[in-house]
């Protein structure tokens, strides 16, 4: 990063995993993991959250598309539920086993 001396840097400077690092102290107070009705457990709010604001990052091992099926049907033989987020064709983040709380985000379309 260059600086001029007549310009103070900002957020937007930071490398992308600097500026949102107070998520992980601030999604404690946003957001908690509760039963749900939709499936299991779920993400919820516990304060009013303003429209595009970010909230919780979704966290865990990035993997290649192509080894999916395979731990899908890993998961699934263990008993476990899976919890993976395309990113890309190429790319998914699987948070079944490292993930954070962001994994039981559930989405209704009503």
Same mark, same amino acid.
């Given at each position: 990063?260059?600086?001029?001396?007549?310009?103070? =840097?900002? !957020?937007? %400077?930071?490398?992308?995993?600097?500026? *949102?690092?107070?998520?992980? &102290?601030?999604?404690?107070?946003?957001?908690?993991?509760?039963?749900?009705?939709?499936?299991?457990?779920?993400? *919820?709010?516990?304060? %009013?959250?303003? =429209?595009? &604001?970010?909230?919780?990052?979704? !966290?865990?091992?990035?993997?290649?598309? !192509?080894?999916? %099926?395979?731990?899908?049907?890993?998961?699934? =033989?263990?008993?476990?539920?899976?919890?993976? *987020?395309?990113?890309?064709?190429?790319?998914?983040? %699987? =948070?079944?086993?490292?993930?954070?709380?962001?994994? *039981?985000?559930?989405? !209704?379309?009503?």
């Amino acid at each position: 990063m260059v600086y001029s001396q007549n310009r103070r =840097a900002t !957020s937007l %400077d930071l490398p992308m995993a600097m500026r *949102f690092r107070h998520l992980k &102290e601030t999604s404690r107070e946003t957001v908690g993991v509760y039963r749900s009705h939709i499936h299991g457990r779920g993400l *919820f709010c516990l304060k %009013d959250i303003e =429209a595009g &604001e970010m909230v919780i990052e979704y !966290s865990g091992e990035v993997i290649r598309s !192509s080894l999916t %099926d395979t731990r899908e049907k890993t998961y699934e =033989a263990k008993g476990m539920g899976c919890y993976m *987020f395309r990113i890309d064709e190429q790319t998914v983040v %699987d =948070a079944t086993m490292r993930g954070n709380a962001a994994r *039981f985000i559930n989405h !209704s379309c009503d």
